[in-house]
Structure formats: structure tokens, C-alpha cells
């Protein structure tokens, strides 16, 4: 399915790949194409581009929610396997939410956490969300233990698994691939960038071919497969993030979530800004919401974009301090890409 323009108007055009698709298959598809039209051409004030939530509901019948879980992992680059010390921009602590510690187990993490969301929202599902550190990153056999733990859940639907793309190999994408024939199972890739020398400069410990080859092997798999970038780390120009964004967006990707660069206490890229603040250039958040209208404008239509900004807790948050949530960021890029009249894909 993709947008194009004829005559002023945007029309959804809808190609035949010649797939034969079964009934639960053709619900799917036409439940989500009725969603795409309605939010694209009948809904005032509709979206622009492909969010999220519209993701979930061509999958579920009833609003979901990610649970952030600690699953008890290490990362590769703290332990010395890959490196130490880790990414200079990361500090786990910095987004686990408080009802997500790894010493209360994860069935304990779930139970808190629908106790938390239950308040908020009546009647929904869950997907476990294993969210710190490398979640990929442990034998077969212990993964398939944890994980399965989260699944034995009655209120749990699916699995959400951030990881590193260098810690995922045949053996996990075989399992994986069965898990997904009976939940709904998305690999998030920590891709960060797809410049070299950047990813070099934040210790991140491998280079963009290792995320490219990690997601040609995940496709296929009927695994959804995410991918995370950040914006704005040091020595990144705005033309390389917008040409690394489209080029991440052209491999088999379905989700793609996005964020400002954040330093955060506690990490070696906070120790840098205090002693050369000159390597930095934050956004203000004017700029970024420039910066993201131009990166949808040209990633392809047929990516879902999940996320757009991230938010610290202010006790850990350095720079920038914008004060923004997630939803009205949102809210001001929507009012924005209608001022513009533009929309995803638009200048491919
Ligand atoms: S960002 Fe991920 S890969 Fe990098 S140090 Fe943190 S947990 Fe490890």
C-alpha cells in the first residue's frame, strides 16, 4: 500500500504482489486499509504517517500496552565480550520504570505492571517488553526460559525483545520464528546510526553492516522487526542522519523509533559535555520538530513510526531540557505537517 499524488489530492494506491492470501490474512489487510483511508482522507486532523497505535489495531482486536520488563541480562559491551564500559550515551537506570527491577522476577515485573496500567486504561492486553540492557544476549536455553515465563501470562499477547544486532544468530532467529507463529514477537534493533565513524566515537562496538546483515536475517521470519536511531549524536550532520534514516528505512524494517540525542547522568557522554560542551549541537525543540517532518517526508510509507522523542526522568536529565512529553510532541508534529500539507513519504 503506498501514497502517491495526482492532481493535488493523495490517493492510496494499493499494489497487487500477486500473494494469495488466506482469509484471516485478506481481514487484516482490508481492516487496515479502512484504518489507513480513514485516518488519511475522512478523519480531521488524521495522521500523516504511518503512528503506531494504527499498527496495533490492524494486530489486536483491543488496545495493548507495552510492559517494560528486566529480564536479568547483561550487554556485551559492559562485560568485556565486545567492550567495557558501554555506550558513552547510555545509562540503563535512566528509562527503567519503577515497577520494573530485575530481582522481583519477571512474573513478579508483569503483576506490578498491570497493576500500574490497569488504572490507567480498563480492558486491555499486554506485551512484554524486555527492555534493558542486550535481551538477546544469554544461551538459547535461558532465553527460552525467560521469555516463556512472560508468555505463560495469561494477559500477555506477545513479546517485544530490545537488543543488540550483533547478539542475535541463527539458533535465536529458528526460536524466535517458531515463537511467532503463535504470538506476536518483535526483535527491536539498537542501530543508533548507520555512520561508522559515529558509531565508533560512542564505543558502540559495531558498525551499521552488522545491524543491516542482523535485519535481512530476521526478515521473513514473520518476526516484527524495529530498529532505534538516535539524533543528534556528536559529530553527525543533519544531512547524514536524514540520508541514515531513509537508508535504515529501505531494509526490511516495519517499525521504526526515533529520539533525540539525551545526555543522562551517570554516563561517559555526560562526563564529555561537562568538559567540551563545543562537540554537542542539541536540537531545540523547534529545530527537531523541523529536523523530524523532513525525515518523514522522506523515509518509506510503508514503515510504522513508533516513537519520535524520549524523555528522562528529570533526575537524570542534563541536556536538552525541553519539558516535552512524548504525546505533545506528537500533537505539535501533527499540527505541523498540516500547516505544511505534507506527509509520509512525500519526497521520496
Ligand atoms: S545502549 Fe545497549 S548496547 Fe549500549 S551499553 Fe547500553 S545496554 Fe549495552
Redesign the pocket.
Known sequence: MKLITFRGKIWVCIKNHGLLLNSKQRNAYFRELLIFCFNMRFKPGGKRYKDYPTFFRTLFDERVQKLSIDGGFT?P??DGSKGVG??TF?N?ESFNPDYCRAVQGISGQIEEGIRFFSRKYKGQRYLAYFQA??NTYAPLEVLKQRYEEALSHPMISGLVIGT?PDVVNEEVLDYLEELAKRYYVCVEY?VESVNDEILRRVN?GHDFAVAERAIRATAGRGITIGAHLIFGLPGESRESMLEGAVRLCELPIHVLKLHQLQIVKGTRMAEQYVNNPALFQLYTLEEYLDFVVKVIERVRPEVYLERFVNQSPAEYLIAPQWGIKNHEFTAKLDKRLEELDTWQGKER
Open positions: 550487554c559491551n559492559r558501554g555506550c547510555c540503563n540492557y542486550s543488540r539498537g558502540r
